[in-house]
């Protein structure tokens, strides 16, 4: 075990009886059942490793994950707005090792060597695989926008990824005096979540019309269009007037550059200034998956959608945000489905038998207030002839539907998916 005592190796995999169950580096032994590796115990991680070990009891799966307790982005917006505390986004993967068996390990994956199907942790323990799911999420374009970089987050913080960022957020609002301006930075599309920054700006509103009535928000952003556009305005109309403005490239042209210390955004025509400046960067898969050579030059990772296997390299799965899965957003929902596909068509190939004809879903609700929230839904299916995702069916909260309900729905998902892939 290079680099790594037999203690060390025991307190990351949290139990001496996981040790056999490893193709770790050096070890003779051949392994007598197929392993499965998977990089990430998200929303898309955490759901195939219960639903292999659904499918088929037999199969070693391991989860490697280092956060704990790993913060759901879904409902971070809530937590910014005030009405939430940060522990109520933490999620724990401990279950399934108790329920369904998988292997936890906490630790970062540093490399993977995709000719001898193994990966390497930081700490040196190196675990070999039959087939890797690669599920890491995004990572951020440091180097996409002048004056953005992650030093410059600590001042101007994204909140993309929930955690210290989402509490830095929250603490900037609440040290705003009244009368101040928000800005919010949306990113171009592909980005996670998109309907996220709109959300974002309503709840904002919403703590701000009770405690700060004489504060503005405006949204700058990098796109013409944006998701639930239409339905998000008419709220705002109802609910926020005058409060939330949003800037499209028609009206200031594209940002040019971010000055965090003075909390200002240079477009190509204009210059705003904030007191709280929100940047959600452009992003890109997870680094380890470009790192590995899953992704093209468009950041993100091709897969098979009817197994989501990677196109670039073999024996290896992408799912969740990191993959390319258009006309699928970029959402927990969205990683959940695939992540029951990927699982199913590995526990088929396994087996020794065909996978499946795939249905995938999604559906993204949008609170704009804790009692009024919107949606938009996805059902799709892989065209036989071009092997691509198609949506067979779409739609969007109608103009005339109860928000209210719409909100209770919002918050039973939210329970859903949580017991879905944590429990
Ligand atoms: C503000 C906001 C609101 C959102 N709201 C919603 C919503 O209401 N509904 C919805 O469906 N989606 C929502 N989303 C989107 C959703 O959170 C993401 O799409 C989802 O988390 C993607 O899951 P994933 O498994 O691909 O990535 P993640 O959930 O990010 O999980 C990736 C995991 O991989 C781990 N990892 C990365 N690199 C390594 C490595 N080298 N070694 C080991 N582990 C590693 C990370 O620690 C992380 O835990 C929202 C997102 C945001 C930002």
Request: positive net charge; proline residues 7%; contains cysteine.
């Amino acid at each position: 075990m290079p680099g790594l005592s037999r203690r060390r190796f025991i307190q990351l995999t949290g139990a001496a009886g996981c040790l056999s169950f490893f193709g770790c580096s050096g070890a003779e032994r051949k392994p007598s059942k197929a392993r499965v590796l998977i990089i990430g115990g998200g929303y898309g991680g955490a759901t195939a490793a219960k639903y292999i070990k659904l499918f088929d009891r037999a199969i070693d799966v391991t989860l490697i994950e280092p956060s704990k307790p790993y913060f759901s982005c879904s409902g971070s917006n809530e937590v910014i707005a005030g009405l939430h505390e940060l522990a109520w986004l933490g999620r724990s993967q401990d279950p399934l090792a108790a329920t369904y068996g998988v292997h936890l390990v906490r630790a970062k994956v540093a490399a993977i060597d995709p000719s001898r199907r193994r990966a390497q942790l930081e700490q040196g323990l190196r675990l070999d695989y039959d087939r890797l799911i690669m599920a890491p999420g995004i990572d951020f374009r440091w180097d996409a926008l002048a004056g953005y970089d992650e030093k410059a987050s600590e001042i101007a913080p994204h909140a993309w990824k929930a955690g210290p960022q989402t509490l830095l957020l929250r603490q900037q609002l609440e040290a705003m005096p009244d009368g101040g301006v928000v800005m919010i930075t949306a990113p171009a599309n592909p980005y996670r979540c998109p309907p996220g920054p709109y959300e974002r700006a309503s709840l904002i509103a919403y703590y701000l019309k009770r405690q700060k009535p004489r504060s503005k928000i405006l949204i700058i952003d990098a796109k013409a269009q944006f998701s639930k556009q239409a339905l998000f305005e008419q709220g705002w109309k109802d609910l926020y007037p005058g409060m939330i403005e949003w800037i499209s490239p028609a009206d200031s042209g594209s940002i040019e550059e971010v000055i965090a210390e003075a909390r200002t955004v240079l477009t190509e025509f204009d210059e705003y200034h904030a007191d709280v400046l929100n940047v959600i960067p452009p992003q890109k898969a997870g680094l380890l998956a470009e790192r590995t050579g899953l992704t093209d030059k468009s950041g993100w990772c091709p897969v098979d959608p009817r197994s989501f296997a990677s196109t670039l390299l073999p024996n290896i799965h992408v799912i969740g945000d990191a993959c390319i899965a258009t006309p699928m957003p970029k959402s927990a929902f969205a990683a959940n489905s695939q992540a029951k596909v990927c699982a199913a068509a590995i526990v088929a190939v396994l087996n020794g038998r065909q996978p499946g004809a795939p249905s995938l879903l999604n559906n993204c609700y949008s609170f704009l207030e804790p009692n009024y929230a919107i949606s938009i839904t996805g059902v799709y299916e892989v065209s036989g002839r071009s092997k691509q995702i198609v949506a067979t069916s779409a739609g969007e909260t109608p103009m005339h539907a109860d928000r209210r309900r719409e909100a209770d729905y919002a918050r039973a998902w939210q329970k859903n998916i949580e017991a879905d892939v944590f429990r």
